[in-house]
């Protein structure tokens, strides 16, 4: 019975981690991908997976390329709903409170121009303030061709953990790390524009609830087997 015990708490304690949003947020300090699955709330996109934003620290140059890969039937826009087609936070505070960042190779010819300021003054519609924003200037719905959309980040030597571009944007709900400016041109959402970001949820970590269920089925799956070994 105490084992069964145990094993229920680190069931639930599992589940509560996998629930953690705040804090260092990437476990891996070179590499994080995070999944674009919340929208704004005017925008009536809704929510679900609707791409990825993958950050890749490069250790010999200090800087940190960011990938943006949306899902088949999303193109990257700028519809003036934010700042720039994305946003992201630098601002964490004490010594990773970074900003003027330098953005540099924008893959996409489609897109320029960017803003790293030192203070969370970049407004990105419904999902509150941000210091960054890239891709001041793009294509309007209906124009873009664009799905993917990388870039470099420095800022000398500072850049040392991708967690330094991984922070919540202020007064925003829901809660986000990363925002970017979408379009669907095809069936379905057809037409529909907006922002939808990060709220934490990392690529291949299943969500708090879907963990929980996890958890309880395999609780129940050793209870069996426990009860069964015991006859």
């Known amino acids: 019975m105490k084992t069964f015990a145990a094993v229920l708490s680190l069931a639930f304690l599992a589940a509560g ?4 949003r705040a804090g260092t947020l990437c476990p891996d300090p070179t590499n ?8 704004n709330t005017s925008s009536g996109i809704g929510s679900g997976d609707f791409g990825t934003v993958n950050l890749a620290l490069n250790s010999v140059t200090n800087t940190i390329t960011v990938t943006i890969a949306m899902d088949p039937g999303w193109l990257l826009v700028n519809t003036g709903a934010g700042a720039g087609t994305v946003g992201f936070d630098s601002l ?19 897109f320029s121009g960017y803003k790293s ?17 890239v891709g ?14 990388s870039f470099v980040v420095s800022d000398g030597t500072l ?12 007064s925003g709900s829901p809660l986000v790390y990363f925002t970017v400016d979408i379009f669907d041109p095809y069936a379905g959402a057809k037409g529909t524009t907006g922002l939808v970001g ?34």
């Open 17 to 20: 981690m996998a629930s953690l």
């Open 32 to 39: 994080c991908t995070l999944v674009l699955d919340v929208s």
């Open 92 to 110: 964490g505070g004490g010594t990773n409170n970074l900003s003027g960042l330098t953005i540099s190779d924008i893959s996409s010819s489609q």
């Open 117 to 133: 300021d030192a203070t969370n003054d970049l407004h990105f519609n419904g999902f509150g303030y941000a210091n960054n924003a």
């Open 136 to 149: 001041l200037t793009g294509p309007s719905a209906g124009k873009s061709t664009t799905n993917t959309l």
């Open 159 to 170: 850049l040392t953990d991708v967690n330094q571009l991984v922070n919540p944007f202020v």
């Open 198 to 231: 990060a709220d934490g949820r990392l690529a291949g970590v299943p969500e708090p609830a879907t963990a929980a269920l996890l958890a309880i089925g395999g609780i129940v799956l050793f209870g069996l087997r426990f009860r069964f070994a015991k006859k």
